[in-house]
């Protein structure tokens, strides 16, 4: 990872990341190697500024539990979207925040079928894994908001778009606050 971080007033050493873009192998690979950097050269904190609309709930799961494992505070905020597993990373930092023009959107998880077609079989093991993700992704939602039951039930029918004000009173995020990068830090996308 290039870049060296200047320390914050408070001599804390902070790295300030940016990532936009899907949730995928590559993603997920990306926003790791950042935040592994970042601990492995023994920051106090992370600020990531995140905007995505999801990918694939196996590399959100990852990401959370990567993000929840690391020795140094990380605080996110959603700075455009964050929609589908994008929540599930988000939900990950001890501190979130997002931007008054942000929003927030959950829904139940997509089947992708092969290209040859499915036999019965197979349809079935992927309505499974589709079901098990979505009670992973529940099981995170209820472990770390305050979302409503009617609400949560909702999101495995719909979109259901939850706005910064909510996202508030929910306990998705923990205030409504504009990303800002001072002056003299450096701020990498990843």
């Known amino acids: ?21 899907p949730i995928d192998p590559n993603g997920a690979t990306r926003i790791a190697a950042a935040m592994n950097h970042a601990a492995n050269n023994q920051f106090d904190e992370v600020h990531f500024a995140v905007s995505s609309n999801g ?3 196996a590399d959100g799961i990852f990401l959370y539990n990567l993000i929840r494992a690391l020795p140094i505070k990380v605080r ?5 979207s964050c929609s589908s597993i994008a929540v599930v990373v988000f939900l990950a930092a001890e501190h979130r925040y997002c931007s008054a023009h942000s929003m927030f959107m959950i829904h139940p998880t997509s089947l992708f ?18 079901l098990a993700d979505d009670g992973r992704t529940e099981n995170i939602l209820r472990e770390r908001t305050n ?13 259901v778009f939850i706005t910064p004000q909510e996202a508030v009173q929910v306990g998705l995020a923990h205030g409504i606050a504009e990303f800002a990068v001072p ?4 701020i990498i996308q990843i």
């Open 113 to 130: 079928p092969s290209q040859e077609g499915m036999s019965a079989e197979r349809l079935q093991s992927s309505l499974n894994a589709a």
């Open 1 to 21: 990872m290039v870049g060296v971080e200047m320390p914050d007033l408070a001599g804390e050493k902070i790295a300030s990341y940016g990532f936009t873009g």
């Open 147 to 159: 979302l409503p039951d009617n609400v949560l039930q909702a999101r495995r029918f719909k979109d």
């Open 76 to 80: 996110v905020h959603n700075i455009g």
């Open 55 to 57: 990918g694939y709930v």
């Open 183 to 186: 002056h003299g830090r450096q």
